[in-house]
């Protein structure tokens, strides 16, 4: 357990404006900040930041709490690594007699220590004449000079179950850290530990700061799978990370070159074009198109020439599009990735293959005549549809105008009917968000489909009862206090869904200790999203004017009210809660 004092000292000094403020551009609005939300994929913000009640709140996800919640989240965190990634960050230090003594916990400090011994190991395996041998073979054979083999710290995993996990042993990592760091698997069968990646060559990954947080590794045969990553860790995200940005990110301000393999940007990079970058091993996400954003306004999707590359293009070219970035996309002839290409027709040409590079829509124009015989009265009817479509996709005005008079050019029809079908289908589709925006709201109000408060949807006026009641334990002493004094009464048992009562038991408790209740100490009972769904009821009620005890009163006296109501239409013995609350009240008084 971290001491609470250093705790509430983390969150204090964390000021929750600027912690989330280095992730998330915000823009003042009244007395809160609004952005957009870094945890759905949005464009127009909804994510909102309090710092009177040092909250943050997404009305789009409902992802919400306070700045450890934040970083939970964001770096996907248990609660003890948040903090500490917290303290390094305003400069306290945490008491260390915790945590790494009894195993159960792997600060992300430690994984990069582990990562960094783990890359050294690789490394010298691979320039070790028997070991290495294959592996350097293959290496040489994609022409990587040995400055770009250093530069990128490559290695080779021998063909062996237990070489690395005894030189990671022989460095004072237990079996418990490797596995936790992917850098060791567990056999089913005996409960032992042995090397997850064997007889592959290694690429690290490295963040921006330059830790080496995790491992992709490729066959060197015909094994699968082809390409191996680490699955995800404490402080490593694959969704959140892109390979070589470390290099790229100081020679980005141009442009970012994005590619589907570790082979292309290595590749590239020895090419002379340091820019380029690759999501690891999976299609690209909302998150990863964001941290470019970050880096860069411009962005050239340079994928595979095969189907299977152009279709992940496409998916890459919404996303990066989403978040503002103007997109460009490469096609190359005669090759079927930038590494071939460079090596068949040198730097130069892939030099000027990028500044040819096609703007997201003359890409999809391409590609819609490419496949349809525009000489065909039907064919050409199709492709007229098809680029009436994506135009009706685009959000600014000026640049559907610019499209439809092109597209009108490229099918020999007037701007004028491509502008009404584009227009007609525009409309078509916001009267259908409009019928899911209501649709929606009428959901949420009638709880269905609530995950987190699964019992809500029973009585949706006991519910919001809880939701008042709970909202004012979280914001005001003062009721918290008459709660615990009896003044007003409530218990856990006249709670009626299962997560408000735990909501309140736990307010209750940390109320009952010494220093009783702060909000940051919920991060360690409840998961991210229920801690989302709470700061909702804080915020809810912060926002209204009436917060008085009168409120909390009548909000119990509902609360009661419905679910004596339907404990006897469902024929229970109304008398037993009765009782139990007897029982609760003679228990407190007993307490003090
Ligand atoms: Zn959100």
Sequence with gaps: MIPREVVEEIVYRADI????????????????YGGLCPFHSEKTPSFTVFPATRSFYCFGCGAGGDVITFIKRVENLDYPSA????????????????ANERG???NRKRIYEMNLEAAKFFRNCLFDPKLGQEGMQYLKSRQLSGATIKRFGLGV??????????????????????????????????GKSYDYFRGRVIFPIIDVSGNIIAFGG???????PKYL????????????????????????????????????????????????????????TSEQARIMAKYTKKVIISYDSDEAGQRAANRAMKLLEEVGLEVRVLKMNGAKDPDEYIKKFGSERFRQLLGQSKTGFEYKLENVLAKHDISIPQEKIKASEQLCDIIAGVTSSVEREVYIARVAESLSLTAEVIKNDVERRRSKEIRAQRRKESRDAMNSAKNYGDRINLDSAK????????????????????????????????????????????????????????????????????????IGRITRYKIGRHELRE??????????????????????????????TIKRRQQNAADRKNKK
């Excluded at 404006?17 to 809160?32: C, F």
């Excluded at 995993?157 to 936790?180: C, Q, R, V």
């Excluded at 490729?218 to 699968?224: G, I, M, N």
């Design 17 to 32: 404006v600027d912690t989330i403020g280095s992730y998330v551009t915000l823009k003042r609005a009244g007395s809160n």
């Design 83 to 98: 903090l500490e990634f917290l303290a390094e960050r305003v400069g306290i230090t945490i008491p260390q007699d915790r």
């Design 104 to 106: 159960e916990l792997l």
């Design 157 to 190: 995993a021998p063909n062996s179950f237990g070489m690395l996990t005894d030189y990671m042993h022989s460095k004072g990592y237990s079996d418990e850290e490797l596995i936790k760091g992917f850098l060791c698997g567990k056999s089913q069968k005996t």
């Design 218 to 224: 490729r066959v060197l045969d015909d094994t699968k």
């Design 229 to 284: 990553n680490s699955s995800d860790t404490p402080g490593f995200k694959k969704s959140r990370n892109l390979f070589a940005l470390n290099y790229a990110k100081d020679a980005c301000s141009e442009s970012l070159i994005l590619c589907e393999g570790y082979m292309d940007v290595i590749a590239l990079h020895a090419a002379g074009f340091s820019n380029a970058v690759a999501t690891l091993g999976t299609a690209i």
């Design 459 to 530: 009585n949706v006026a006991a519910a919001s009862a809880e939701e008042a009641i709970l909202g004012l334990l979280l914001i005001y002493e003062e009721h918290r206090t008459a709660v615990e004094k009896g003044k007003v009464d409530v218990c856990a048992d006249d709670f009626f869904t299962a997560f408000g009562r735990r909501v309140f038991e736990e307010i209750m408790a940390l109320q009952s200790t010494e220093k009783g209740f702060d909000f940051s100490l919920l991060d360690e009972k409840f998961n991210s999203d229920e």
């Design 547 to 576: 917060n008085g005890i009168d409120v909390l009163t009548s909000s119990v006296e509902t609360l009661k009210k419905e679910k004596q109501r339907m404990s006897e239409k469902s024929g229970d013995d109304p008398f037993a």
